[in-house]
């Protein structure tokens, strides 16, 4: 089963609206972590935003906030106010905790592509 | 401060040779890891070092190696170089042990064996 599942492979907005990015996972572990990243066309992967699992508030960055939904296991990343320059690649990633294993696992991205 | 290093941006290879791959990681991170990005595979972990030490390795062959150095910075090395390792290339550095500690990414190494 794939630990990361993105099902939106491509999005469109309109500039100025709200877009939610789907992003559900899978794991057995009680302590994980949960990022987004941005991948725009140079290739840079942009870290966004952060939610663990023992947090109770929703996290928010900016214009960038997390939906988590712990028991549904899943983590939306909601942009407000979209800018042009937000058209990029959005991965979903998790970082669970065996030990001191610090990789991400990643899911297979969403192409967002914000429309003036 | 400046952010994760990764040197050349681009390489062309062909079949057989082997490659090595630079990343300066942001001063202070003792972390650094290394991913493949590839459109089919997606992103994949290829290892970890901390404090010159290997942590983890990802599900590759042993043509993909790695070392760190005192100073942090890290190398990555593929031997025998074969199509299907065309790739980005991208190193990451962390600060910390935490759970939330992010990994911050360079530009990536775009390799192409030909």
């Known amino acids: 089963a794939q630990k990361i599942t993105q099902t939106q492979p491509g999005m469109f907005v309109q500039e100025k609206e709200a877009v939610t990015l789907d992003c559900t996972y899978d794991?057995?572990?009680?302590?994980?972590?949960l990022f987004w990243y941005k991948q725009p066309s140079s290739g840079e992967m942009i870290f966004l935003i952060y939610q663990g699992s023992y947090d109770e508030q929703n996290a928010t960055e900016g214009r960038y906030s997390l939906n988590f939904q712990k028991a549904r296991k899943s983590a939306n990343l909601v942009i407000s106010a979209s800018q042009l320059g937000d058209s990029a690649m959005y991965f979903c990633a998790m970082r669970e905790n065996p030990g001191s294993a610090r990789q991400l696992t990643f899911g297979s991205g969403t192409q967002l592509t914000v429309l003036p | 401060k400046a952010g994760v290093t990764q040197t050349p941006r681009y390489l062309i290879k062909t079949r057989g040779q082997q490659v090595t791959l630079s990343c300066s990681p942001i001063s202070g991170h003792r972390s650094v890891s290394w991913y493949q990005q590839t459109p089919g595979q997606g992103l994949q972990f290829l290892f970890e070092?901390?404090?010159?030490?290997?942590?983890n390795k990802g599900n590759f062959p042993g043509r993909f190696s790695g070392r760190q150095f005192s100073n942090s910075r890290s190398e990555m090395n593929v031997s025998t170089l074969e199509l299907g390792d065309s790739a980005l290339y991208l190193c990451?550095?962390?600060?910390?042990?935490?759970?939330?500690?992010?990994?911050?990414f360079g530009n990536g190494t775009r390799l192409t064996v030909t």
């Open positions: 794991t057995s572990d009680q302590s994980y972590g």
């Open positions: 070092y901390f404090s010159e030490t290997q942590r």
């Open positions: 990451a550095s962390s600060l910390g042990q935490l759970n939330n500690s992010p990994l911050h």
